[in-house]
Nanobody, 126 residues
């Protein structure tokens, strides 16, 4: 499975961006795709994930209510709609995937994801 992340860019505080993670190489009736981010000088952290079947979603507290993760089955992609962006959202965003439904207790753990895409940079100016 190859993952391709896109959609990053420069936006002002309060603005919006939509990231997309396109998957190729495999299709599965079950799976999990998540977004993680790494700000300069900080460790990579969990942002959001979606799991199917069932389309369960999980968010970090810092983005809940502002970000929405969704799956576009036709495009075999997972999007991350980011609204009300803040300077602290500035980071390189990575998408990651597993061909299985990751259990609730593990969805926020990087180690649970086997496939990783390259990052896309999001910069929020104040």
């Amino acid at each position: 499975v190859q993952l391709q992340a896109s959609g990053g860019g420069l936006v002002q505080t309060g603005g919006s961006l939509r990231l997309s993670c396109a998957a190729s190489g495999s299709t599965s009736s079950s799976g999990t795709v998540g977004w993680f981010r790494q700000a300069p000088g900080k460790e990579r952290e969990f942002v959001a994930t979606i799991r199917w079947p069932g389309m369960s979603t999980f968010y970090s507290d810092s983005v809940k209510g502002r970000f929405t993760i969704s799956r576009d089955i036709a495009k075999t992609a997972v999007d991350l709609q980011m609204n009300s962006l803040k300077p602290e959202d500035t980071a390189v965003y990575y998408c990651a995937a597993s061909s299985t439904r990751i259990i609730n207790s593990q969805v926020r753990s990087e180690d649970a994801y086997y496939y990783w895409g390259q990052g896309t940079l999001v910069t929020v100016s104040s």
